[in-house]
């Protein structure tokens, strides 16, 4: 049931964007000008696209292993719209205005070379990045949760926290909560009341006309208590289900949250490795793997390139050549047997 909703999720959203896009309204009103067979085949194109498409991220947005065999049987499934030889699946978006797949390559926007804030919290935009937002952005307007499923070093918060860093402040807002061992759902609760205000009697939520989007941090990380169950992921749930708290001091009042979405993220090899399915089922999973090669190149060289342009021009080539090399040298010390993760070092 969490894949079909998500799928339904996905395609109401892109169905109902189809008719609010002015470039694809008028698109459609120049086919029925041409008559109604040429519209009824683009729309027949355009609806299958739209399924495949949802098929990707709900069905196979949790999948990591299984993602080549998931490619074969996608493309076998597309008869009207056929995807392009050379890339996964995942690489590609569909265009209903070509009626064709087209990379995500192709909407990356170029590197800032102005950025002015700490390196740490430095972004550069990849195919991967782009299509999260995307994702991210959807299930936002479409108010689902989301939830990104990866070990450490996968980017998880990062592109949650580059998201909030972009969206659009006048409609949403953002906040976080790191979770661990210690974390109850009292704390929980105490944070997400912190940021929503009080609207109607016991009616509660985000400043009118915006919505709250909670990010949580190692989702799966607080303990479990002796029936097998983590308070806070009972919190979480009872929320989505019921949209209701109660309050602390007085356990006969409710209060009534409204406006409010959760996203977060997890690592499946700590904490209690799993959550409460009862949860999990109200989230669209997305796993993310380690970068490749080529996006770490990518990255690495856009920034490289950046810091040596204000040298001599002899430097100008150097920049691939000692992104290449350092790849090497990491490589070659990382995968030694002294340094692969232990059990007692199992971060690295």
Known sequence: MQAITSLT?????????????KETVEYF????????????????????????????????????DAKISYNGILRGMASRVKFPDGSLIYDYYFDPLKGTWALWSEK??????????????????????????FLIDMHRKTRKGLLYVGFAGTGKTTVIKDYFASVDKETTVCSSMNMNSYTDSKALQVVIESNVDKR??????????KILMFFMDDLN??????????????????IIDYQLVFDRDHLEEKKTLQDIMFIGCLNPKSGSFVIDLRLSRHF???????????ILNTIYHQVLSNHLKNFDNTFNGYAKKLVDATAVVFNGIALTAQFMPTAKKFHY
């Open 9 to 21: 999720t996905i395609i109401d959203f892109l169905y109902d964007d189809l008719f609010l896009n």
């Open 200 to 209: 109607m009697g016991r009616i509660f939520g985000p400043p009118s006309g």
């Open 108 to 133: 990356v926007k170029p590197f800032d070379p102005n950025f002015d804030g700490l390196f740490a919290n430095l972004v550069v935009p990849t195919a991967e990045t782009t299509r999260q937002k």
């Open 284 to 294: 669209t999973m997305i796993a993310l793997g380690l970068p490749e090669k080529e």
């Open 221 to 238: 990380m607080p303990k479990l208590d002796k029936y097998g169950t983590q308070s806070p992921i009972c919190l979480i749930r009872q």
């Open 29 to 64: 009103k120049k086919l029925k000008e041409e008559g109604p067979a040429a519209y009824e085949e683009a729309i027949k194109i355009i609806y299958e696209g739209y399924f495949v498409f949802a098929m990707i991220w709900s069905f196979g947005g949790p999948l990591v």
